[in-house]
C-alpha cells in the first residue's frame, strides 16, 4: 500500500505560480511512475504531467514550458508558473508501482 498526501493548491490570480507537493509514504518499490492529473466537473481526469524514478518527464501540449515537474526521492512536486484560468481544477497526484494510488486532490484555481 501506497499513500499520497497533496499540499499546495489554492487561489491565485492569473500569471501568478503555485507550488504543489505529494508526498508518497508506505511500500514504495524502486521503479516506479509519478504523476499530476487535473479534473474539472463535469470532465474526465486529463494528464498534466508525469516523472519516472529514472527521471523521464512528459507533458500535456496544454502546459508545456509553464508547469515543471520534479521529484525528490517519494515527493512529487508540480511548479505551476504563468497560470491561466483555464488551469482551474483539482489536481490530483498518482503512484505507479505494483498498483495506481491517487492522493485526495487539491483545489487550484486561477481568477482572471
Known amino acids: 500500500q501506497v499513500q499520497l498526501v497533496e499540499s499546495g493548491g489554492g487561489l491565485v490570480e492569473a500569471g501568478g505560480s503555485l507550488r504543489l507537493s505529494c508526498a508518497a509514504s508506505?511500500?514504495?518499490?524502486?521503479?516506479?511512475?509519478m504523476g499530476w492529473y487535473r479534473q474539472t466537473p463535469g470532465n474526465q481526469r486529463e494528464l498534466v504531467a508525469v516523472?519516472?524514478?529514472?527521471?523521464t518527464t512528459t507533458y500535456s501540449d496544454s502546459v508545456k514550458g509553464r508547469f515543471t515537474i520534479s521529484r525528490a526521492e517519494n515527493t512529487l512536486y508540480l511548479q505551476m508558473n504563468s497560470l491561466k484560468p483555464e488551469d482551474t481544477a483539482v489536481y490530483y497526484c498518482?503512484?505507479?508501482?505494483?498498483?495506481?494510488?491517487w492522493g485526495q486532490g487539491t483545489q487550484v484555481t486561477v481568477s482572471s
Open positions: 516523472i519516472s524514478s529514472g527521471g
Open positions: 508506505g511500500s514504495i518499490p524502486s521503479t516506479n511512475a
Open positions: 498518482r503512484f505507479i508501482g505494483d498498483g495506481v494510488y
